[in-house]
């Protein structure tokens, strides 16, 4: 699976309800220098209770998501993410694994 760059929370949101078994990974807009890598169903990444609209892709935050950890580390290194070093921090909530 290619890397699914998120432009929209509504895309974002179906893209997570039919691909539960994928990863995401968190970062932020401006300057990202943080990549936290979870599972699709993790719920610090998929409850929208007391969020904002727009919260998870449209206002501070960015997401990517695939099927393959290794792909999206590829992706981070070969598209102009300069602060990131290789390794996903690991969510402690979910500890995604391949
Ligand atoms: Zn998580």
Not at 13 to 23: A, G, L, P, T, Y
Not at 65 to 80: V, Y
């Amino acid at each position: 699976m290619a890397i699914v760059e998120f432009k929209s929370d509504s895309e974002y949101q179906d893209w997570i309800k039919n691909n539960s078994n994928c990863f995401v990974v968190n970062t932020t807009k401006k300057h990202p220098r943080k990549f936290v890598l979870h599972t699709s169903i993790c719920h610090h990444i998929t409850s929208y209770i007391s969020l904002a609209p727009g919260v998870f892709t449209e206002r501070n935050h960015d997401k990517f998501g695939s099927s393959d950890i290794n792909k999206l580390k590829e992706f981070f290194k070969e598209n102009g993410f300069p602060k990131f070093e290789g390794e996903f921090t690991i969510c402690k909530s979910c500890n995604p694994h391949q």
